[in-house]
């Protein structure tokens, strides 16, 4: 780096620009150790409060089980829709493909917010709202385009030589999708279910529109939270939501360095290969 | 067997055969599609002409009522008009404040750009109500922010339930989306250009405005599609920040979608906002045009 006033310049601006990019998020964590009643920055004092206050708080901790129950719920799914029409799309190359893949991934293109009320009024008349069922299919709108365009990828990226192999020395369609494909698409899989897991546990506009006092999710109940008093509680809860989403992408980051090392070795493949036939 | 079956690659069985098989793969994800996406957005579209009657009731119509009085109530054409001048502010702040992250990341190397744009996506991975959040602490009347200016011995500006909150909230909320932007639109700057025209001359200011500048516009302008149509498009920043004192199309749309159920006005203003879309879009491809013919 050249030591010209220039460049001194540019770093400082870079490093303010950084802090007000990276400032509110930090801020969450000295808030939530707040002993205040409101909320102040800096706090006066300091304690544990709101993490008792959170645990005692039955509303929150219902609210972040459903949201917990509905992302496993809504993941899993995801891949077992988004895997066959993957599948179909790259590997079968039915035709039109290229629509349905366009289509299949369109509500990506919508604002949540219109989406949100879109599906609010259709759910209203099939009784659907505020129900579990009508939660998981609002969020399965969402995240198949996610799990469909990782996957495809995943897929499109996979030589065929395998399958090939696989089935020339004998194996069943079915056989070499499950001992073959399937296998060889695990990093995409991984991908695609912490995505899913993420994008479904965080979704808040298109929820905003589906929950009820009967049932809501942890981003939903802080939303209304936030609007009606925002106290240091919110701060603990977004501690929370943060520490989850850095477990996600922590897990990830290893079990995909691990699926990627051991690809690396083209004996894995091979033989499993010669286990599907 | 293996010369049997030698040249059968996969998915060359009989093509009837075949198709039954999509068909069965794609019709969960097509089911998902038509019931939570088409269905409801035709639907959408079709309840913007249906007439609303008091007390949250419907009548099945077809009458243009609702888009002829939207664009008659001089409330929703400021609100239209307000929506796109601040969606458009908020999209220049952004760029202005995410221009020398994108171009001090294009420059980096190794670890530390690896390191710094992480940096730049962690935010994306928080939720929009946490950071707004984080705002509202940092805005706030005795706030941290507010205490710095009054200690430089000026009087702190209102920056909560206002279009100042808003507009600092969403800059920094849509920052990611604008650097990420940028930077995939910063592959033409190579760095022996600059170089060039550094050793033939020029000052560092119109090394930037006659080379760094124009070798950037495609992602500039990319960049600047993605953040007004998300601003125009944002619920949860103005709707807390703005304390109910800022009207944008968004809050708009749920007021009247979960306050006031006038599903059709809220279908007609949803509706605006896909037509400002389209309309964005359609601006992004003439001055794409602009700049590469």
Not at chain 1, 40 to 56: D, K, N
Not at chain 1, 115 to 137: D, H, N, P, R
Not at chain 2, 159 to 184: R, W
């Amino acid at each position: 780096m050249e030591d010209n006033p220039t460049s001194w310049f540019m770093r400082i601006t870079v490093t303010i620009l950084f802090l007000f990019l990276l400032a509110p998020v930090l801020l969450v964590f000295p808030i939530s150790f707040s002993g205040d009643q409101i909320l102040a920055f800096p706090p006066s004092s300091w304690s544990l409060r709101w993490y008792e206050a959170l645990l005692g708080n039955n509303v929150m901790m219902s609210a972040f089980l459903t949201s917990l129950g509905l992302a496993s719920v809504v993941t899993v799914l995801s891949l077992i829709i988004a895997i066959p029409a993957s599948y179909a799309i790259v590997r079968l190359k039915v035709t039109g493909s290229e629509f349905l893949f366009n289509l299949f991934t369109a509500p990506l293109l919508l604002p949540t917010i219109v989406l949100g009320l879109a599906i609010l009024i259709i759910f209203a008349s099939m009784g659907l709202l505020a129900t579990f069922t009508g939660l998981v299919i609002g969020h399965l709108v969402i995240t198949l385009p996610y799990a469909l365009r990782v996957l495809s990828v995943s897929l499109g990226n996979l030589s065929l030589a395998c399958e090939e192999a696989a089935s020339s020395l004998g194996a069943k369609p079915l056989a070499v999708f499950g001992k073959v494909t399937l296998p060889m698409m695990a990093p995409g899989i991984v991908a695609a279910t912490a995505l899913c897991f993420l994008v479904s546990f965080d979704e808040v506009v298109i929820t905003l529109f589906l929950t009820g006092p009967r049932m809501t999710t942890l981003p939903v109940e802080l939303f209304h939270h936030v609007e009606s008093q925002a106290d240091p509680l919110v701060a603990s809860v977004s501690v929370l939501l943060i520490l989850m989403t850095l477990a996600v992408v922590m897990i990830v980051d290893r079990t995909m360095g691990l699926t990627k090392a051991m690809a690396s070795g083209r004996a894995v493949s091979m033989s499993t290969v010669a286990d599907a036939t | 067997m293996t010369t049997a079956t030698f040249d059968m690659p996969v998915g060359a069985q009989k093509p009837s055969s075949t198709a039954g098989i999509a068909v069965a793969l794609l019709l969960p994800i097509a089911l998902v599609n038509a019931i939570g996406f088409i269905l409801p957005v035709f639907n959408l579209a079709r309840m913007s002409f249906n007439e609303a009657l008091p007390g949250g009731g419907i009548a099945e119509a077809f009458t243009a009522a609702n888009w002829t009085g939207l664009l008659q109530d001089s409330f929703y054409i400021e609100l239209i008009l307000n929506s796109i001048m601040v969606s458009l502010g908020i999209t220049l702040a952004t760029l202005l404040v995410s221009y020398p992250i994108a171009l001090y990341l294009h420059r980096a190397s190794g670890a530390w750009r690896t390191f710094l744009t992480v940096l730049v996506i962690s935010p994306l991975l928080t939720s929009a109500v946490v950071r707004t959040y984080g705002w509202i602490a940092l805005l706030a009347e005795q706030g941290p922010v507010a205490n710095v200016i009054a200690s430089m011995g000026f009087q702190p500006p209102r920056m909560m339930f206002n279009t100042t909150g808003v507009v600092i909230g969403l800059t920094e909320i849509l920052m990611p989306y604008m650097i990420l932007s940028l930077m995939a639109g910063f592959g033409r700057l190579d760095p022996k250009v600059e170089e060039a025209a550094r050793t033939l001359g020029a000052t560092p200011f119109r090394t930037f405005w006659r080379v760094i500048l124009p070798l950037t516009l495609p992602g500039i302008a990319l960049g600047c599609l993605l953040c007004f149509v998300l601003s125009i498009s944002s619920f949860i920043t103005p709707k807390l920040m703005g304390g109910g004192r800022v009207f944008l199309l968004a809050t708009e749309i749920y007021d009247q979608a979960i306050v006031t159920l006038n599903w059709p006005l809220a279908a007609t203003l949803s509706m605006l906002v896909l037509i400002i879309f389209g309309a964005a879009l359609a601006v992004y491809s003439r001055v794409l045009r602009m700049i590469e013919g």
